[in-house]
């Protein structure tokens, strides 16, 4: 297991994003993937897309982000990168539907954002699982479900 205890710096730093890009040519580049959540932590273990099992442990006053060096060597670099956020698209009906949608989205502790007329949750699970408990809402047209 491979302890990491500090960001070293950021992948789009100029100097290290040159290292960097040496190192992925020799196919030294390993990448962590986190969701949004993990960067939200700091001590947590998983293994990269290279197959190093890694043990995360930063101080409280650091942060992972996207792009944030955790190793950078002239054997390798480890890169922590986001996965991609998953939104389920949804609009109501009308102005009533509108606030029952929010209501209901902020007592489940959903994370949202706005686009235009349409409400957008972050799916930390299964889309299924959002389905199946807007279903109410969807079955009688108070709610669609749009294309994201």
Known sequence: MLSLTRIVG???DPVIEHRLHHLQHAGRL??????ADD???HRLRLCSDGGTDCA???DRQQHLFNGAVLLLDDERAIVVRMQE???????PRD????????YFAGNMHW??????????????????????????????????????
């Open 85 to 91: 956020r998953q939104w389920l698209r949804l609009s």
């Open 111 to 148: 994370g949202v954002r706005f686009d235009g007329g349409h409400l957008l949750i972050e799916m930390a699970g299964v889309e299924a699982d959002y389905l199946e408990r807007l279903a109410p809402m969807l079955d009688d047209g108070r709610i669609q479900r749009r294309a994201a």
């Open 10 to 12: 950021s992948a789009s």
């Open 95 to 102: 102005a009533g539907a509108a606030l029952e949608l929010g």
């Open 56 to 58: 995360i442990a930063l």
């Open 30 to 35: 390993e990448t962590l993937w986190l969701s």
């Open 39 to 41: 960067t939200r932590r």
